[in-house]
């Protein structure tokens, strides 16, 4: 039952809205969704729970990320976001510029996937299987936007 969720999930949440978007696309879609979750992030308290949901949604686009440069050559590594979040005695200051950092990386990596065509574009997601490289980039800008709705 819970693979059977999962693929639903996975269908309906990442691949299908991917297949109707370009690289271009996301690159507008984080780009935007970007500055959201920044304002979101400005407008938030400067408290541990806050710090705590900051971090993951940093430590996921990094894994992110780093799952995306596996089709460029980078190796493959099964590994879990949380070694990709940023250190727990990070200040709110840090950690808005972690996030900026990071985002401009899957940015670029957007950018990167619209000029190349690598040898493959999927990579093994640790739950919900084998995905593209538009699938990810979902992925990842509806994992932030949804995470920052938790920032207050």
């Known amino acids: 039952m819970r693979n059977l969720i999962l693929k639903l999930v996975s269908y309906f949440f990442f691949i299908r809205p991917a297949k109707q978007r370009s690289y ?3 690159e507008k879609l984080l780009t935007e969704s970007g500055t959201t979750i920044e304002q979101r992030a400005n407008q938030a308290a400067d408290l541990p729970e806050n710090r705590q949901q900051l971090r993951h949604i940093v430590g996921i686009e990094r894994w992110g ?4 440069k596996v089709c460029f050559g980078e190796p493959f590594s099964r590994d879990e976001y949380d070694v990709y979040a940023p250190a ?4 709110w200051p840090q950690l808005l510029a972690d996030f ?8 670029a990596l957007a950018k990167r996937f619209a000029l ?5 574009d999927v990579v093994e997601h640790n739950d919900f299987g084998a995905w593209n490289a538009r699938t990810w980039l979902q992925y990842l800008y ?3 936007l949804n995470e920052a709705k938790r920032l207050r």
């Open 24 to 26: 271009g696309d996301y």
């Open 65 to 68: 990320a780093q799952r995306l």
């Open 88 to 91: 727990e005695d990070r200040s």
């Open 100 to 107: 900026k950092a990071t985002r401009q990386e899957t940015i």
């Open 116 to 120: 190349e065509q690598p040898a493959s």
């Open 142 to 144: 509806s994992h932030g």
